[in-house]
């Protein structure tokens, strides 16, 4: 089974900027009562807003996502049904084994005795990676009727009303009183634009550097007019802001999403050059391979290292410490490879094994497919024979035995 090794590395960068995104913005400070308390250091380092234009890669996400449930759905042999009933699976298994595992987990630390703060907050960061689930698997159940739409209309017109949604979200945001509940519809409407161009790029479309540079160029553009009209810097949300990027996604995701993925298009090339290298294509693989795993975990993971640590009565900097300056940022850069260490170790443990079956390369998990090709089915014809190659039987000889050969030939087609 072949792959797209361009969208694999997509992906993989995509679940690796929201992974070490999240650990360098979250921030558990330990309490003189031993709880752990969340705190961020974009509050008192806005200067590093910028930062998370590189870390914050939904978008990406969502734009692999689009193009592996395409060109899985267009190469499935059965029906639609089937196809959408095993990608579900292989989206929600993973969850479900999360909130099992978590669920003991809070209920062997409350046995204990942890902190009622420190309980709150490994729950809220367990469970707040899973809102992602809603709108993809809304946007995979409506992976065929994108498709179709994509071919009839063009996409343009799939994509500007979704465009057209979040901005008058964002004016609803902006004129009604402070506290109003908005349905959350551009959850949907903000992550559908990077799908339906995964969608597209699927079934060949944007693949010229004009396409994908229109989309940089024009995304950044649109940044930039945003910013000057008043946005928040930061693409992710700041405790305390009024106003958030991304709970709910607001124009200025979209438009970060739509130069990320133009960007990522135009350095397709250097890419598949340097997947040519072994080390990066192992990594690539592995991420894809546990790719939603590695999603769902990376905070549970924070949260588990941070309160173990804690028990040690140490109070370490970086893991323990308020964010409030550089040093923090330092400190925290320094533990990034204990806790990438214990997410793999996770992450691995978690896998289904299957004792005497090998895995296929890039298989298992939710997105160990989903960039799949065509398989090269292998064409067996005579050269002397004229007309196109038809199914033919293909019977194993050996070059040294020319009878045997002879025989081959003359079976019929």
């Known amino acids: 089974m072949s792959r797209d090794r361009f969208v694999d590395a997509l992906r993989a960068y995509a679940i690796g900027g929201v992974v070490v995104g999240h650990w360098l913005v979250t921030g558990l400070v330990l309490a003189d009562d031993g709880g752990l308390h969340q705190a961020s250091p974009l509050t008192a380092l806005p200067g590093l807003a910028p930062l998370t234009w590189v870390l914050q890669t939904l978008g990406l996400f969502f734009f692999a996502a689009g193009f592996g449930s395409a060109r899985s759905l267009a190469r ?24 099992g595992v978590g669920a003991a987990v809070l209920l062997a630390a409350t046995v204990v005795g942890t902190p009622d703060d420190t309980l709150t907050v ?36 799939c994509v500007v009303p979704a465009v057209a949604v979040v901005a008058l979200a964002d004016l609803a945001v902006r004129l009604l009183p402070a506290g109003t509940d908005l349905p959350p519809v551009t959850v949907v409407a903000a992550w559908a634009v990077p799908y339906v161009l995964g969608v597209a790029h699927a079934d060949g479309l944007l693949t010229d550097r004009r396409a994908a540079g229109a989309l940089a160029g024009g995304g950044a553009a649109t940044l930039a007019a945003l910013l000057a009209l008043g946005y928040p810097v930061s693409a992710v949300g700041v405790p305390g802001a009024g106003v958030s990027n991304l709970n709910p996604p607001s124009l200025l995701a979209v438009a970060l999403a739509v130069t990320q993925v133009g960007l990522a298009l135009l350095a397709r090339p250097v890419l598949e050059r340097l997947l040519t290298r072994s080390l990066p294509h192992r990594a690539v693989t592995g991420a894809n391979r546990s790719a939603v795993r590695i999603y769902l975990w990376h905070q549970p993971v924070l949260v588990s290292v941070t309160a173990l640590t804690a028990r040690v009565g140490l109070t370490l900097p970086g893991l323990h410490t308020a964010p409030d300056g550089l040093g923090w940022v ?23 094994g299957h004792p005497g079956k090998r895995r296929q390369p890039g298989g298992g998990g939710v997105t160990g497919r989903s960039a799949e090709c065509v398989p090269s089915t292998p ?18 000889v050996r070059d040294s035995d020319p009878p045997s050969r002879g025989r081959a030939d003359g079976q019929p087609r």
Do not use: K, M, N
């Open 379 to 396: 064409q067996v014809y005579d050269h002397r024979r004229s007309g196109p190659p038809d199914l033919q039987e293909v019977i194993a």
């Open 330 to 352: 330092l400190a925290r850069c320094c533990w990034l490879p204990l806790l990438a260490a214990v997410l793999v170790t996770v992450v691995r443990a978690g896998q289904p």
């Open 122 to 157: 490994a729950l809220r960061l367990a469970v707040s990676p899973l809102w992602f689930l809603v709108p993809l698997l809304l946007l995979v159940a409506s992976t065929g009727p994108l498709r179709v739409a994509v071919h009839r209309w063009g996409l343009g017109r």
């Open 76 to 99: 499935h042999p059965g029906g639609a049904g089937g196809w959408l009933a095993r990608r579900l699976r292989q989206l929600l298994l993973p969850a479900v084994a999360l909130l």
